[in-house]
């Protein structure tokens, strides 16, 4: 008897099972009911009396055995099931990722297109003095055309006020460097101006000067139809319409042909074929003279955009409002990056 028992203990030390069913047969073999560790329980009262100390030490021994092999079986199946049923190809659910705000990748976008024909970015303040945003740029106190910009004066003193255009930027940048100037400055703007579906109180604009000897208005043209082809397309036409701007001379309205009607005419267009996206012109000579820059040995063209404007025309928005609210379910539509 003893032998036998001893034999099944060799058996278990060397019993490696391949997969958790052959260690459940084991399990049963040796703890079921009718296992083989029930039945040598059941013949320990045949045993002979002198026998019994080491035959029931033995058992118990073997029951030890075939219970450590199961429990260090068992875990290694579980771990290989458990990591079988993780599927390592899944997509994670990411979480809720922002998208960039539709004024910026315009922004962006009218900085590189600039960017590829030279323009570097400058960037001022946005609170500014009367100089900067007004008198250096031809446009002296008293003058009416200041009208054409409702300022926000910070309290009481008229010479702190809230940007009207980043044309300040463009003068303080004159004001540092010398010729050659080709300098963009995006930023945001302030006018007082009651908010509707055309126009706001706060705005963004992106202004561009170039200044160098012999720059003529044929090279504004040229660099605003570049502009407006890699903006809105291979096919879009510009059209120039005389205006006027304190600060350049001649100015200039500059449309560009409407691509939703492809210049047939429509709603959106007002049935001209054409929709107007900035202003511009060559760099008045007293600008010039007045950031230190000589006017007889220099000229310049400058320009201005909404970036507004051009984000409502490219991407079909028609109510301004809709970029300052942030709701985004509108804000997701536009960046495709994410
Ligand atoms: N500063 C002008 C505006 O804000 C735009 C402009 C810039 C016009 C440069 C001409 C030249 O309306």
């Known amino acids: 008897m003893l032998e036998k028992v001893e034999q099944l203990v060799e058996k278990v030390k060397g019993f490696t099972p391949k997969s958790e069913e052959e260690l459940n047969n084991f399990r049963i073999e040796y703890l079921g009911k009718k296992g083989f560790l029930n039945n040598l329980f059941t013949s320990f009262k045949e045993v002979p009396n002198e026998q019994k100390k080491d035959f029931g030490a033995t058992i118990n021994?073997?029951?030890?055995?075939?219970?450590?092999?199961?429990?260090?079986?068992?875990?290694?199946?579980?771990?290989?099931?458990?990591?079988?049923?993780?599927?390592?190809?899944?997509?994670?659910?990411?979480?809720?990722?922002?998208?960039?705000?539709?004024?910026?990748?315009?922004?962006?976008?009218?900085?590189?297109?600039?960017?590829?024909i030279g323009f570097t970015v400058s960037e001022g303040p946005e609170?500014?003095?009367?100089?900067?945003?007004?008198?250096?740029?031809?446009?002296?106190?008293?003058?009416?055309?200041?009208?054409?910009?409702?300022?926000?004066?910070?309290?009481?003193?008229?010479?702190?006020?809230?940007?009207?255009?980043?044309?300040?930027?463009?003068?303080?940048?004159?004001?540092?460097?010398?010729?050659?100037?080709?300098?963009?400055?995006?930023g945001r703007v302030y006018r007082n101006e009651a908010i509707s579906a055309r126009a706001h109180c706060i705005f963004h604009q992106v202004e561009g000067l170039y200044i160098d000897e012999n720059v003529s208005?044929?090279?504004?043209?040229?660099?605003?139809?570049?502009?407006?082809?890699?903006?809105?397309?291979?096919?879009?036409?510009?059209?120039?319409?005389?205006?006027?701007?304190?600060?350049?001379?001649?100015?200039?309205?500059?449309?560009?042909?409407c691509n939703i009607c492809d210049s047939k005419g429509c709603n959106v267009c007002k049935y001209t074929g054409y929709l107007e996206i900035l202003g511009c012109g060559m760099v008045d000579p007293n600008v010039l003279e007045n950031c230190g820059i000589d006017s007889k040995k220099y000229t310049g063209y400058a320009f201005g955009m909404g970036i507004e404007r051009i984000a409502m025309l490219k991407y079909g928005v028609k109510d301004l409002r809709l970029f300052f609210e942030n709701d985004v379910r509108f804000l997701k539509q536009f960046d495709k990056s994410i």
């Open 61 to 116: 021994k073997l029951k030890q055995l075939v219970q450590d092999k199961i429990e260090e079986h068992k875990s290694s199946f579980e771990t290989a099931t458990q990591s079988s049923k993780i599927d390592l190809t899944k997509n994670i659910p990411s979480d809720n990722l922002g998208s960039r705000h539709p004024l910026s990748l315009i922004r962006n976008e009218i900085v590189e297109i600039f960017n590829r």
């Open 217 to 257: 208005f044929a090279d504004l043209k040229q660099a605003l139809l570049y502009f407006a082809k890699e903006m809105f397309g291979e096919k879009t036409k510009i059209r120039l319409r005389p205006s006027y701007f304190p600060f350049t001379e001649p100015s200039a309205e500059v449309d560009v042909s």
């Open 127 to 186: 609170i500014e003095d009367d100089w900067h945003n007004f008198s250096a740029l031809n446009l002296p106190e008293e003058h009416p055309a200041r009208d054409m910009q409702d300022t926000f004066f910070i309290q009481t003193n008229p010479d702190v006020l809230l940007r009207t255009h980043t044309s300040s930027v463009q003068v303080r940048h004159m004001e540092g460097n010398q010729p050659p100037i080709r300098t963009l400055s995006p």
